[in-house]
């Protein structure tokens, strides 16, 4: 399954489109989203990543569709390097 075949919400698209720009920039990203079935809010640990497949929650372990589920509130956490030397 490709990304372009997925019916995305635009809340997935912005992210997506985000995420893309900020690696460009050189940040490491993580995709957050919220189970749509507990409400705990979830984070992948892969960076740098857009995940299709879905998230399976780490509190109630149910597949939330993080790319075309609304209530999922996809978004992502940016980490920039460097800091203070």
């Given at each position: 399954?490709?990304l372009s075949d997925l019916n995305l919400t635009p809340r997935?698209?912005?992210?997506?489109?985000?995420?893309?720009?900020?690696?460009?920039?050189?940040?490491?990203?993580?995709?957050?989203?919220?189970?749509?079935?507990?409400?705990?809010?979830?984070?992948?640990?892969?960076?740098?990543?857009?995940?299709?497949?879905?998230?399976?929650?780490?509190?109630?372990?149910?597949?939330?569709?993080?790319?075309?589920?609304?209530?999922?509130?996809?978004?992502?956490?940016?980490?920039?390097?460097?800091?203070?030397?």
């Open positions: 399954m490709k997935a698209k912005s992210t997506i489109q985000q995420m893309d720009e900020a690696i460009v920039k050189g940040a490491t990203v993580h995709m957050k989203w919220t189970c749509v079935y507990c409400g705990a809010r979830q984070t992948f640990e892969e960076p740098n990543a857009v995940h299709i497949q879905g998230g399976r929650c780490e509190e109630c372990n149910k597949v939330t569709d993080v790319l075309q589920d609304e209530r999922a509130d996809t978004n992502f956490l940016a980490i920039w390097g460097g800091g203070r030397k």
